[in-house]
């Protein structure tokens, strides 16, 4: 309580205009007080209007009052200064705060905008705001600085009106004078639910380019899945042929090795031969020598018959001799397998090379031309059973679906179209994918959102009859063309296999006629939000997803 007494005696004893305690302090008639500098400076700035008003409650004075020292209260702000009385804290205006316009000296921060005044106020400021009944009626907003732009440059009167045709904010002089208005409440009101309209294209936008960024982050996923799956079985591919090429290189090392040791054990088989066969003649040359060299003839003759008889000697034609060409042969014949590989890398590195760079997400790539371009796209689709009517009966895979007389007893399922005859496939289309329908009777071929209705109405639930899918009627003798239950008449030649092409991120889908020729009949150019479905609707007919690789 008491610290309750000192807060209210810091806020009477200060300045409304300086928010300090009093110096000089002066009173008027009215009863309220300020320093005498204080107010002396506020009243020079109303000369010119020779009306001089009460800041706090704006009662007025003519002529200008003299001020004259209120020397109790003096002494009483004095005797509060010894008891250690200090002013007020108040928030000083910052360079991004709006301050008071009636603060002098130190600027406090404002607290509210007057709309009718056009002047910002601070809290002390602002009291008379509250307290006096005409100022009572005043609109008051958060501190603004643009108060100015609310006064009309040509009148300097507030503009509380808006000319429609002109498009500009006018006072009331204005209208009188030469425009057009409204209240500014009124064209507030039309231009407020403009910007509604503007904020839900905003939101809508927002939540398209959401779903563009999540497709792109799907799409990312993709690429990263096979990417990774394509240098994976890459590096198994090349791993296989290292491993043959080091098999291979193995086999012919054995048989070089192999055929070496038969090689040279026949060498060294003839090489002892041929030492044995030196060593027996130099023996019979020793012998010869020493038989030479008998003085006793007899001796001679006796000995001679025996001793001069030479073994068979081994034949030189059987020795083939070939320096460093015994397997220059295998160099040559691996040396062709080198070359050859070398040849064949070269050619398929090009193909391999220009297969990669032909992966771009990003950039527009050119429309197949031929059944065999679209044919690479062909992507394996299946119906899915949990989507299908009861009256559809599929077959072969869920790849076929016919038109049954007698429901099929299928389980409950929030997927399951109930409306019309009609399925859904199972995989999700984004990217790049072509697919062909093999009919009998009338079908719609078509693609579809996943949250396509299922019940309801023909317009809610059937392909091409609503936002939500696009389809080509296909009949014995006509097709039409589907879409948000338009109907486009579609010319071409009768076929009982039809196409589709759909590059889903350059919003393209195309029909074709299939058969011994490949003939456009429809193509669609638009933006595709979500991923798509392939999709049969087969009322007293059959179609089967058709396969292609």
């Known amino acids: 309580m008491a610290q309750k007494g000192v807060q209210l005696n810091q806020e009477t004893f200060c300045c409304f205009i300086c ?94 905008s007057c709309l009718q005044c056009l002047a910002s106020y601070c809290q002390n400021h602002l009291q008379p705001h509250f307290e006096v009944a005409p100022l009572k009626k005043h609109k008051l907003v958060e501190p603004s600085k643009k108060l100015q732009e609310n006064v009309c440059s040509r009148h300097d009167e507030v503009m509380k009106m808006f000319c429609h045709t002109d498009q500009q904010a006018i006072c009331t002089i204005c209208l009188l004078d030469e425009h057009k208005g409204l209240s ?17 294209n905003i939101q809508q936008r927002i939540q398209d380019r959401e779903k563009d960024v999540k497709l792109l982050q799907q799409e990312a996923e993709v690429i990263n899945r096979s990417a990774d799956k394509a240098v994976e079985d890459s590096q198994e591919i090349f791993t296989q042929l290292i491993r043959l090429m080091e098999k291979r290189c193995s086999d012919v090392t054995q048989q070089v090795r192999s055929q070496q040791e038969s090689e040279v054990g026949q060498v060294k088989e003839l090489e002892e031969k041929l030492r044995q066969e030196i060593a027996e003649l130099r023996r019979k040359d020793r012998e010869l020598q020493t038989l030479s060299q008998t003085q006793d003839h007899n001796q001679f003759l006796h000995d001679y018959p025996s001793l001069s008889a030479l073994s068979q000697p081994t034949h030189s034609s059987s020795i083939h001799i070939r320096p460093l060409r015994y397997f220059e042969d295998v160099t ?18 090009t193909n391999i090379s220009l297969t990669v760079t032909e992966v771009d997400v990003l950039q527009p790539q050119p429309e197949p031309k031929t059944r065999e371009e679209f044919i690479r796209y062909s992507c394996d689709i299946t119906l899915d059973p949990n989507t299908a009517h009861k009256y559809l009966l599929l077959s072969d895979g869920n790849r076929k679906v016919t038109w049954t007389s007698q429901p ?68 014995n003798r006509v097709y039409y063309f589907w879409y948000n239950n338009v109907q486009t008449p579609v010319s071409g030649p009768r076929s009982s296999r039809v196409g589709v092409y759909l590059d889903h991120s350059a919003g393209i889908l195309s029909f074709y006629s299939i058969s011994e020729t490949m003939t456009l009949l429809h193509r669609v150019h638009t933006t595709f939000t979500q991923p798509l479905h392939a999709g049969l609707w087969a009322g007293g007919s059959t179609a089967e997803l058709c396969k292609l690789k």
């Open 19 to 112: 928010r300090d305690l009093l110096k000089d302090p002066v009173t008027v008639s009215c009863g309220h007080s300020y320093c005498m500098k204080c107010l002396q400076s506020h009243w020079d700035t109303e000369d010119e209007k020779k009306l001089y008003s009460c800041p706090q409650c704006r009662q007025t004075f003519t002529p200008r009052p003299v001020l004259l020292k209120s020397t109790m209260l003096a002494v009483l702000v004095e005797e509060l200064k010894k008891s250690g009385l200090q002013a007020a804290p108040a928030e000083a205006a910052g360079a991004e705060d709006v301050a008071c316009d009636f603060c002098s000296g130190r600027k406090l921060k404002a607290q509210k």
């Open 184 to 200: 500014a409440a009124a064209e507030r009101a039309e231009r407020q639910r403009e910007l509604e309209v503007s904020r839900q």
């Open 332 to 349: 040559a014949a691996v040396s062709a397998v080198r070359d050859k590989l070398q040849d064949v890398l070269t050619e398929t590195w």
């Open 408 to 475: 099929e007893s299928y389980p409950s399922h929030p997927d399951r179209f109930t409306g019309e005859s009609q399925v859904l496939s199972r995989e999700s289309l984004t990217g790049r994918c072509y697919w062909e329908v093999e009919r009998r009777g009338g079908v719609f071929v078509a693609v579809a959102y996943k949250n396509i209705s299922r019940t309801g109405e023909w317009n809610e639930c059937r392909f091409g009859s609503n936002n939500k899918s696009w389809a080509l009627h296909c009949s």
